[in-house]
């Protein structure tokens, strides 16, 4: 995993419109009794000091399974409920809350809407291009980044700074961002986060630490994360619930449904042609004749 305040894991800030679908809550059980006889090895062992270096094979399993399911969905929607610890001059720690709205749709865009305490965002990258906008103050910015949402994503965070919502689980490879840096890592146990049950794991690395909770069954959804960031003053912590999870729908629109609803588009084409005609539109696809002044309702 990627520091979060360097711009990666959940471990963000800007991230649009969730789409809620219903979420599979029960487990799989066969799948469910293979993870339960692997995690047989840590029942008499306490958690909070791991027996051995790496990461152990049940917790390897567990995260497998979840980046492997998100690497596998091309086009998402869900919501990311943060808050994030900040070591005030005096010595005060305050938590700072948000909430981001992200769209993905591969190889290359993403929509990512933040509104919190101390920013309120929009970024977005689609066909080669990053944008973004600072809502409070109507300012934006472009730039040229690679065409594939991976790459783009490193160089918006490597070149420029910026901070991506969920950065690692919109990776082509999960699994290689979330564990690069990782010394250990092991299954705590099992618990409920917001009535979904989840697996809890927990990974360590030089300057943070970091635990993952992921959902129990053939859909591992990443439900929550929390890093607390070891070599900071009073080691603040950075929490995330994923929630409002839509793997179904289509939500870059790139799938071209007029002819499922020809009565639809007639009349969505003719409130077009209602609107343009009462204000003045300059149509895109009629020819423009420079210097002559448009009349409303000439178009």
Request: aromatic letters at 8%; a negative charge.
């Amino acid at each position: 995993m990627v520091n979060a305040r360097c711009g990666c894991l959940l471990l963000a800030t800007a991230l649009l419109v969730p789409g809620a679908t219903s979420i599979a809550q029960d487990a799989d059980a066969d799948d469910d009794a293979v993870v339960d006889d692997e995690l047989a090895w840590a029942e008499d062992v306490d958690p909070i000091v791991p027996v051995v270096r790496g990461i152990d094979p049940a917790a390897d399993r567990i995260l497998r399974a979840m980046s492997e399911f998100h690497a596998g969905v091309d086009a998402f929607t869900f919501t990311l409920e943060v808050a994030e610890d900040v070591l005030l001059p005096h010595g005060q720690m305050i938590s700072y809350g948000g909430v981001a709205e992200v769209v993905v749709q591969r190889p290359g865009s993403l929509n990512a809407r933040f509104r919190g305490e101390q920013r309120n965002s929009r970024v977005i990258f689609h066909n080669g291009r990053c944008t973004l906008y600072n809502i409070n103050t109507d300012v934006y910015a472009v730039a040229e980044v690679p065409k594939v949402l991976g790459d783009a994503i490193d160089t918006a965070i490597e070149r420029y700074g910026l901070n991506i919502p969920a950065a690692d689980i919109i990776y082509e490879d999960p699994y290689a961002e979330l564990t690069a840096a990782v010394d250990y890592g092991y299954v705590v146990g099992k618990t409920s986060i917001e009535g979904v049950e989840c697996h809890h794991l927990a990974f360590a690395q030089e300057t943070i630490d970091w635990q993952a909770w992921i959902q129990v069954g053939p859909r591992p959804l990443l439900r929550k994360l929390v890093i607390t960031y070891k070599d900071e003053p009073a080691s603040p912590n950075y929490t995330a619930y994923l929630r409002d999870w839509d793997l179904a729908s289509d939500p870059g629109e790139t799938k071209d449904r007029a002819a499922e609803f020809p009565d639809r588009v007639r009349s969505l084409a003719a409130a077009w042609e209602a609107y343009a005609k009462d204000n003045g539109v300059i149509r895109p696809d009629k020819p423009i004749v420079y210097g002559r002044p448009v009349t409303r309702g000439k178009y």
